[in-house]
């Protein structure tokens, strides 16, 4: 008895020392990120929101940081993102001790010097920007090295020199963006090695043989290797030669969206607002304001103006232009221009004359009918299957509700507001990070854990596919203790569903009444797959949007072989 002892004793000591052994690591590592930030703090000569020396402060966690997303697993810093923060200074050699990074981005900012060669050691890193600043000296060769790189802005700087042959050897890179620059010399023909190129921008330099008009081209090329060299020659014909041609395969033009769009000035904003009178305005929030306006070429748009004395406002249209970028699809609201200064910021959207969702569901002057809905909610989850599976990085909406899906003239839905979204590295990826999102809709694991992945989005989508067959908002009085909207409907399946769903719907006795009824039914159980507590038993957007298709060319039948 005493060696079982004795052996069971040993066991529990390498317990007790491996254990603390694996907490000093996890906060040694979670500490050289926090030193590489605040390194990078330091070479900041100027931040004129005072947002970073408000807010980036050893007292408070790294991952609660503006502009700083850390992954839920390992509890490191994944994305650093300044963009359009006004910010002047030079990058520290430290960030490259940022080991988890798969996104970085100083966009629209003043940085200036070169770009340090400890960047090299990022090998993570999917999406890089370091577009419209004062960036200058060679573009560094290790570029090429970065093996999971897939996006890499560098326009609208000073570098010079050639573009890297190195370059060459990324396979997984989609977007080359360097316009605006003073490169020179000629063209790599190793560019024609990068197999998976959809987007590449190079006009604006001082290449050999460049046309003088700027050229844009929109290739994907899907060929073997071998012939790699011979559509390296094919590559730099096109770029030479070519008018902004693009060419597009079936379904790709909603993938790709232009990485810049027109900025606009603040008195041109004026004069489209009238001096963004009361009149014009449409919405307000704590975050900002939104005003109907009409530029001076007519087109009328909504402007939306963040307020900058909160520091979530100034975080929300960060946000939301990092995010805005790099999204364009037939059911997410249109962004057309910016506005951005020290103490203005404001977005250009397509303007939405049907207003929203939520005016339609509970403004006694509206009515949707149930195939109007149903077309709703099918436009709604064929942006969010965009957001979560079509995108280089998915997207994760976060606040996902009535009064954010806005209706054009045709009555085709538009998922909008991207002010507290989520970039994500990978698909199944989980990031941990604080969340303004509304309550009733959010999904559990956001309030317990901060955990934000697309299964969150999918939690809110099968209550707003709850709210929008049931007309009642989640918060509703009727709520009270442990009832909530879930839990209600959920009671009534299979057989009570006609008891919550919208009267003005379903009707005993009226034409169509059991096609109707089959409907919701389905419709209810697919809102119930949508939001089970965990998070992994959700189904996915891919599977929504076929079942809900189904679901309507079920019902369609239906009612005509009635």
């Not at 395969?249 to 232009?258: I, N, S, V, Y």
């Not at 057989?495 to 059991?514: P, Y």
């Not at 697919?526 to 992994?536: K, N, V």
């Amino acid at each position: 008895m005493e060696i079982p002892a004795f052996f069971l004793l040993l066991v529990l000591l390498l317990l007790h020392y491996f254990t603390a052994g694996l907490a000093v690591t996890v906060k040694t590592n979670i500490t050289t990120d926090q030193s590489a930030i605040l390194a990078l703090k330091a070479h900041i000569t100027d931040d004129p929101y005072k947002i970073l020396a408000s807010n980036w402060s050893s007292s408070t966690s790294v991952c609660n940081w503006i502009g700083i997303t850390c992954g839920a697993k390992h509890l490191r810093v994944t994305s650093l993102n300044l963009s359009h923060m006004g910010l002047t200074g030079t990058i520290a050699p430290q960030v490259g001790n940022l080991s988890f990074l798969s996104h970085l981005s100083f966009r629209n900012n003043n940085f200036h010097g070169s770009l340090p060669n400890e960047l090299a050691y990022l090998a993570h890193l999917e999406v890089v920007s370091f577009g419209l600043n004062n960036f200058s000296g060679m573009l560094p060769s290790w570029l090429g090295f970065l093996p999971k790189l897939q996006v890499l802005y560098a326009y609208t700087n000073s570098f010079e020199g050639s573009i890297p042959e190195s370059l060459g050897n990324i396979s997984s890179l989609k977007v080359l963006h360097l316009s605006e620059n003073n490169l020179s010399g000629r063209i790599p023909r190793s560019l024609g090695n990068c197999t998976s190129l959809e987007i590449i921008h190079l006009d604006d330099n001082n290449f050999s043989g460049q046309s003088k008009t700027a050229n844009i081209v929109v290739v994907r090329y899907v060929l073997p290797a071998m012939i790699a060299t011979i559509l390296g020659s094919i590559l730099i014909f096109f770029l030479m030669r070519s008018q902004k041609k693009q060419v597009k395969q079936k379904g790709e033009e909603d993938l790709l969206p232009p990485p810049t769009w027109r900025r606009i000035t603040h008195l041109e904003l004026e004069q489209a607002t009238d001096g963004f009178s009361e009149s014009n305005l449409v919405g307000k929030g704590n975050l900002g304001s939104v005003y109907k306006g009409t530029l001076s070429d007519d087109t009328c748009v909504a402007i939306k103006v963040f307020n900058l004395k909160k520091e979530e406002g100034f975080k929300s249209f960060e946000i939301e232009c990092d995010v805005l970028c790099r999204i364009q699809h037939q059911n997410l609201v249109k962004i057309i221009g910016s506005c951005s200064s020290t103490n203005f910021k404001a977005l250009v959207l397509e303007y939405m004359p049907k207003g929203s969702l939520k005016k339609w569901l509970y403004s006694p002057n509206h009515f949707l009918d149930m195939l109007e809905r149903l077309n709703m909610m099918i436009n709604v989850a064929s942006s969010l299957e965009y957001l979560h599976h079509g995108c280089p990085l998915p997207v994760v909406h976060c606040d996902l509700k009535p009064s954010n899906i806005l209706l054009n003239k045709d009555m085709v839905a538009h998922v909008s507001d991207f002010g507290i979204s989520k970039l994500l590295g990978d698909e199944d990826s989980m990031t941990q990070t604080m969340t303004l999102a509304t309550i009733g809709y959010m999904a559990p694991e956001y309030g317990s854990q901060g955990a934000i992945s697309t299964r969150g989005d999918v939690y809110s989508y099968g209550i707003l596919l709850m709210e929008t067959f049931t007309r009642k908002n989640p918060t509703d009085e009727m709520f009270v203790g442990e009832m909530n909207l879930k839990r209600w409907v959920k009671q009534s399946l299979p057989h009570l569903v006609i008891t919550v769903i919208d009267a003005n719907l379903l009707k005993r006795g009226e034409e169509h009444f059991n096609a109707k009824l089959d409907c919701m039914l389905s419709i209810m159980q697919l809102a119930m797959d949508c939001s089970t507590e965990a998070p992994e038993e959700r189904i996915n957007m891919r599977d929504v949007i076929t079942t809900l298709k189904n679901i309507k060319s079920k019902f369609l039948k239906d009612v005509e072989e009635d």
